[in-house]
């Protein structure tokens, strides 16, 4: 329970929930030594596994940032939810859900068992790699560069700057991909892609390696958590039907094998990536006392040091107790 929030926007109260984080993120730190940096990836190897930082922006604009906060790291799997976006908006939501179903598949990221062990007419869902490299067939464009320009364009309207491509990160990942390719080959064969697979994981592996900060995932978040719209200017960004399967979305399947858990003990919308990065979107709702952010908020939280399921160990656990705290859980 945050304690002396009673002038939510004054400076005082900022200043509170200033100390509380930053004393969340001291404390959650000392989690990092339970998990380790992502290897398959080699360039992702070099990150720090002790950083860990977090960015929360309120509808408001009150925003809070604590710890390892300038730190650029790539999408990777939390593009998935841009590209979903991105294809929705292009193709339209009945078509996007006739070429990939919703489904969670209690499985890894990179695994294709649920393929091969169900008559399945389309990918389970969109945020598992297979799914992903679906969706990211339909993107209209002959290159990787084309197809991606639709990409970078939603991801400049929402963070007001255009985001680069981490280069090194993308040789790296392309050259050690043999999973993903793996997956690819087994999506051709069952008919599921919808253009040349050589350029779908050219461009996976690209919207993979986008840079972006704890500031921009929030800022993506908190965009999410209103439905769409941008609370700034009142504009559309996301329609509001997309924006809402994708909420959905992130929380059946935002952690792969570990979306039951985190939605029992967070209860948040959000989306992780092997980078370290998650994106979480915290809806408004209505509580009896006066909590933090009840009008919604985005979070982005960074901290490479990963789980068993590769996700942010310390940052789901720093998400963990400020859902608690703050009462942020939709449910
Ligand atoms: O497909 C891959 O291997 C990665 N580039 C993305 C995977 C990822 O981020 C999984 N999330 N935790």
Not at 42 to 66: H, M
């Amino acid at each position: 329970m945050v304690q002396g929030v009673a002038n939510w926007n004054t400076g005082e109260t900022q200043e509170w929930l200033q100390q509380y984080v930053d004393d969340w993120v001291a404390f959650y730190r000392k989690h990092i030594n339970d998990g380790s940096v992502a290897t398959y990836i080699p360039e992702l190897q070099k990150a720090d596994p002790n950083d860990l930082g977090i960015a929360i922006i309120g509808k408001n604009g009150l925003s809070v940032r604590s710890g390892d906060t300038e730190i650029p790291f790539t999408l990777q799997s939390i593009s998935k939810a841009i590209t979903f976006i991105v294809a929705c908006m292009d193709r339209g939501v009945s078509y996007m859900l006739d070429t990939v179903d919703v489904e969670p598949t209690g499985e890894a990221f990179n695994s294709i068992m649920h393929l091969e062990m169900k008559p399945v007419k389309k990918p389970l869902n969109p945020f598992n790699n297979a799914g992903a490299i679906t969706v990211t067939s339909t993107l209209p464009g002959e290159t990787s560069d084309e197809r991606l320009e639709p990409v970078f364009q939603l991801l400049e309207t929402m963070l007001g700057y255009r985001p680069e491509l981490n280069v090194d990160v993308y040789e790296s990942e392309r050259d050690s991909s043999t999973r993903n390719r793996a997956i690819g080959y087994y999506l051709l064969e069952m008919d599921f892609l919808e253009s040349d697979l050589d350029i779908t994981l050219e461009t996976y592996f690209k919207q993979c390696s986008i840079d972006v900060s704890i500031d921009d995932l929030a800022r993506i978040g908190m965009i999410l958590a209103n439905d769409g719209m941008d609370p700034k200017n009142g504009e559309e960004i996301i329609p509001r039907q997309v924006a809402r399967i994708t909420k959905v979305l992130m929380l059946t399947c935002g952690m792969y094998d570990a979306s039951g858990k985190f939605a029992t003990y967070v209860g948040i919308p959000a989306k992780s990536g092997v980078s370290g990065g998650i994106l979480a979107a915290v809806p408004p709702r209505v509580r009896e006392e006066i909590m933090p952010f009840t009008d919604g908020c985005g979070i982005g939280v960074y901290g490479p040091a990963l789980g068993d399921k590769g996700n942010s160990i310390a940052g789901i656990r720093l998400l963990r107790h400020i859902a608690t705290q703050w009462d942020l859980s939709i449910f």
